[in-house]
Structures are given as C-alpha cells and as structure tokens.
C-alpha cells in the first residue's frame, strides 16, 4: 500500500513552513498547489491565500473533501498530521472531531485521539 503524508497548507499553496515545508522537501508537494494530492502527499487548506487561518467551516469543507477522497483510495494509507494545530492556531479538539468519520485508511495523529470518539470501522 502506497503510504501518503496528509498536511496542513494555505490555498495558495505556498509550502514554506511546518508541516507543508517537510511534505515539499520530502513527500513531493507541489509549490502553488494549496490543496489535494500532490506528489505522496495530500494538501488540506487551513489558511487562505493571504496565509491567515480559515474558519473552522471552511477547514471543515476541505476536510470533508479528502474524507470523500481517501474513501474512493482504500489501496493508499492516509497519515494525517495534526492539521490546523500549528501555525493555523487551532486546538485538537477544534480540529479532531471533523475527522470521527474518517475511513480506516487515514491514519489519525496521536494528538487527535483523545477527542475521536465516534464509529471509524467504515471502509
């Protein structure tokens, strides 16, 4: 199974930090692609062109996209770094509960568990 590191980005996809930083210099993310796969990596936005943090709804919005993406790759491994919580600023638990439905297939970071209560067993 192809293993894919899952991120916290901006949407203009200006990798230059954290966690995108590393996914550009070893995952093959790609600079000016703020969201999706790229490379063994996959881009959510947490903060918008002008690299302020989105609202927890639009992360959410996003969120909800790779969700539908990794159900559709149960042949990758999604590992999912704590997103948002960083240089976005949230806490876990603003950003954890928007993954409870999340596929076997995405690996939840361990900051994230103790706010993953919920059904995680659908493929």
């Not at 063994?40 to 918008?48: D, L, V």
């Not at 927890?56 to 559709?72: C, H």
Request: net charge positive; with cysteine.
């Amino acid at each position: 199974m192809s293993e894919i590191f899952v991120f916290g980005s901006n949407i203009a996809g200006r990798h230059g930090k954290g966690a995108a930083l590393y996914a550009r210099q070893h995952y093959g993310a790609v600079y000016g692609q703020g969201e999706g796969l790229q490379g063994k990596s996959y881009a959510i936005p947490t903060k918008n062109a002008g690299l302020i943090t989105r609202s927890l709804y639009a992360i959410q919005q996003s969120v909800g996209d790779f969700l539908t993406f990794a159900r559709g790759r149960p042949d990758l491994t999604f590992h999912l770094t704590p997103i948002g919580c960083g240089l976005a600023g949230y806490r876990p638990e603003q950003i954890a509960p928007m993954f409870r439905d999340a596929p076997s297939n995405v690996i939840i970071p361990d900051e994230f568990m103790p706010y993953m209560s919920g059904d995680r067993s659908k493929p």
